[in-house]
Each structure stands twice: as structure tokens, then as C-alpha cells.
């Protein structure tokens, strides 16, 4: 009998879900764009994202159709950390600069960016290492199994230094996220999970201390970056210039509502919040759809978490697993940055809002490693059926 490919229909309509609302938003979110450059371009940047969802579709048939295993081979993560090595050079050296980092290389009608695509890269390399070591973590621990044979942590180890450079931190501290959530569940130490949950703990209140310095001794810091950290501290204060976009964003939250202005209706959005379509696009959710709109965009994504961790909790294979957690981690990380940064929990660090924010390298990271996901839900399920 033949084995047919068993979608997971539940992850698969989530997917598709998030990002038709993500074109919808964008088109919407826009608005203040075209008053600036025409009025196609609204039109123009949601034909993009259409494109780039297009694309996605494709790499999901692709991934689950043929390149599943070649993709978690030995060579394909050499090449592409060879690649991404190139990329990250180029970038510091000769990228295109946004918002103060130079993280992008232009490609025909639309930029990649090299950081988002690391993010696919570590999940699949320590997946591919977790395997290679499964037995030596099961019978020694994390921690014994790398300390004779450290050398595969100098490759994250030297990617993430190259991220941090451009300058982006937030690309940094998501991409070591995923690397260290994916490294703490590949191991069954109580004691290793107690260590890191007390150095978190203590690591949160240096962070905050940390930004408060910043902000009492740097009024007159330049640095983009540095300038964000700032106005996360107090926006009100820096009001004329790095807080205007935290406070524009304040204004769109409190505008929406219970249930929003309505579709289109956004005011925030021409012309006073910049990034609207990007890092601020939950701002614009919420003036439009209010908190009702903010909590089914983000319960969705929970949703899309939880059946990831589930896969991840029912496969014994740690490579299979380990990608789980590993997009899990991605996506949680990455949705608590955008969501965070427009509310001032957490400084703006410009990241994407995952499935909905516009961007073509996040969402072509974001369905290589959903790919991933749903292939692993399959074989799972083929699994337990013969079972």
C-alpha cells in the first residue's frame, strides 16, 4: 500500500491565514507610503508580498515534495555556511544601509537580507549536530558532549559576531535565542536547565539597569541603535526625534480600541509612524481592528507554536525535534520583539512581525523552516499510522 503525504491541515491553514491577513495589512498599513511615492505603491508593495507568499507555497511543495532530506544533509550545510559567510562580508563591506545597519544586498527589484536567512541555517546545522551526537548527550549531557569537541560552536560563534557588526543586535540576540533554546532542550539536566533559568533571571534586571544608564548619560549618543535604547527608556523625552515613533505608535494602540477603527481607517499610519508596513504593523492591527484584532493575530501564532512544540515532543528523532523547537523558538522570540518593541517592552530592534509584517527575506526564512515543520508532522503521522 502506498504511503500518501498526510498534511498537517491544522499548521498548513494557520499559514495560509497569517499571511493572506499579512497582505491585506500591508496594503492597508501602506497607505502613508503612497502619499510619498504614488499612489500605486501601496498596490506595488502588496503585489510583493503576495509574490514573496507565492514563493513560500512553492518551497513548502518543494521542500515536502523533494528537498527534505538533501536539505538536513552534511553538504547542504557547508554550502550554505559558505554562503552566508560571503553574504554577511559582502554586506558589512559593500551592503546597502538601512536604518543605520548595513544588513541588505539588492537583488533586481527587491533586497535580502542575509541575518533573516542565518536563522534557517542554525536551526538545520544544530539539528544536524544534535543527530550527529545524540547517543554521546543521552549517555554524557549537553555539556560533556561539547566540551572535548567545542569546534562546531566557533561557526554560530563567528556568524552571530558578523550579525552584530553590521550593526544588528536584534538579528543577534534572535539568532542566539534560537541556538540556545535549541541546545537546552536537547538536554535532560535538571541541573544545566536550573543554571540557565536562574542566569536569565539574573541577566533581566543588568539588562534594564543597563538602558536606564544609557539613558541618564546618552542625550547625546548618535548611534542609531544606541538612540533606540534611549527612547525605549522614556520616548516622551526624546519626543521631536528617536522617541516620535514609540509615541506614534502609543497613539495608534489607543486609538483602536476594544474593536478598532475599521479596516483602511488607521490615521497613524499616513505619514506619522514610519515602518508602518514593518516593524509597526501590529500598531496599525490594533488602530484598525483594536484589541480584539491584536489578540486573534497573536492567538493564531500562539496556536502555530504550541503544534509545532507538540510535533517536536512526539518524534524520538532529536535532529526532527530539535528543528521544531528551534521554529518554535524563531517564531515566539521574533513575535515577542515586534509586539514588545511597539508597546516599549522591549527596545525596537526591527524586527518583522512573523507572516504579516512585509518583507521578503522573512518570509522566505519563515516558510523554509515552517516547510520543515510541516514535513516532520508528516513523516510522524505516516509513522503512527503503520504503527
Known amino acids: 500500500m502506498k504511503n500518501k503525504s498526510k498534511i498537517d491541515w491544522y499548521l498548513m491553514i494557520l499559514y495560509i491565514f497569517l499571511c493572506l491577513f499579512g497582505i491585506v495589512m500591508v496594503y492597508s498599513a501602506s497607505a502613508g507610503i503612497g502619499l510619498s511615492f504614488g499612489q500605486g505603491e501601496a498596490k506595488a508593495l502588496a503585489k510583493k508580498q503576495t509574490f514573496y507568499f507565492i514563493i513560500g507555497l512553492c518551497i513548502i511543495f518543494c521542500v515536502n515534495k523533494f528537498f527534505f532530506k538533501l536539505i538536513l544533509s552534511h553538504r547542504c550545510v557547508i554550502y550554505l555556511f559558505g554562503i552566508l559567510m560571503v553574504a554577511l562580508l559582502y554586506v558589512k563591506l559593500l551592503g546597502k544601509t538601512i536604518n543605520g545597519a548595513a544588513g541588505w544586498i539588492s537583488v533586481g527589484f527587491f533586497s535580502l537580507q542575509p541575518a533573516e536567512f542565518c536563522k534557517f541555517f542554525f536551526i538545520i546545522f544544530f539539528a544536524f549536530i544534535l543527530r550527529k551526537r545524540q547517543t554521546t548527550i543521552d549517555m554524557d549531557g549537553l555539556g560533556k558532549s561539547f566540551k572535548e569537541n567545542w569546534q562546531p560552536l566557533a561557526i554560530p560563534g563567528v556568524i552571530l559576531f558578523l550579525i552584530a557588526v553590521q550593526p544588528d543586535m536584534g ?91 475599521g479596516l483602511g481607517n488607521s490615521i497613524q499610519k499616513m505619514g506619522y509612524l514610519p515602518e508602518a508596513n514593518t516593524d509597526f504593523i501590529l500598531s496599525i492591527i490594533s488602530e484598525e481592528f483594536g484589541l480584539v484584532g491584536i489578540l486573534f493575530v497573536l492567538g493564531l501564532l500562539y496556536l502555530m507554536i504550541v503544534r509545532m512544540i507538540k510535533i517536536g515532543q512526539r518524534t524520538n528523532n532529536l535532529q526532527y525535534s530539535s528543528i521544531c523547537y528551534g521554529t518554535a523558538a524563531y517564531l515566539t522570540i521574533q513575535t515577542l520583539f515586534n509586539a514588545g518593541g511597539a508597546i516599549a517592552l522591549v527596545p525596537l530592534t526591527g524586527v518583522a512581525l512573523p507572516f504579516i509584517s512585509y518583507g521578503g527575506s522573512s518570509m522566505l526564512t519563515l516558510s523554509s523552516c515552517f516547510a520543515l515543520v510541516l514535513k516532520i508532522s508528516s513523516i510522524e503521522k505516516q509513522s503512527r499510522t503503520q504503527k
Do not use: D
Not at 536562574?198 to 544608564?213: A, W
Not at 541618564?216 to 527608556?233: P, S, T
Open 171 to 261: 538579528g543577534a540576540i534572535i539568532n542566539f535565542t534560537i541556538v540556545f533554546v535549541m541546545l537546552l532542550a536537547a538536554t535532560r539536566s535538571w541541573k544545566t536547565l536550573r543554571a540557565c533559568t536562574i542566569i536569565i533571571i539574573l541577566l533581566v534586571p543588568v539588562f534594564y539597569f543597563g538602558i536606564e544608564f544609557l539613558a541618564k548619560h546618552g542625550q547625546n549618543i548618535h548611534n542609531y541603535q544606541l538612540q533606540r535604547i534611549v527612547a525605549f527608556y522614556n520616548p516622551f523625552l526624546h519626543a521631536q526625534t528617536s522617541g516620535a515613533q514609540l509615541i506614534n505608535s502609543f497613539y495608534a494602540v489607543s486609538n483602536g480600541g476594544l474593536f478598532g477603527r
